[in-house]
């Protein structure tokens, strides 16, 4: 599949808590960090997504924010 997308990281699932709309999805990449995602519960049942799936977390974004105390 091609995307537009430039920010595209590939990582293991580790979990999905589903919720009554919403589902997390967190995914744990190569380097040990972890990427959590808010999509909907439909997606998440249409993915088929389960703990120890590859997939790829894919970021497009218009503004990033930066704060610092």
Known sequence: ???SARNQLEGTVTA???GVV??????RLAAG????????KESAEGLG???G???KAVIKATEV???KD
């Open 1 to 3: 599949m091609k995307l």
């Open 49 to 51: 997504l389960a703990e």
């Open 16 to 18: 999905v808590v589903p």
């Open 22 to 27: 919403m589902s997390t999805v967190t995914i």
């Open 53 to 55: 799936d590859e997939v």
């Open 65 to 67: 924010m930066v704060a």
């Open 33 to 40: 960090q972890e990427v959590v995602a808010a999509i909907t």
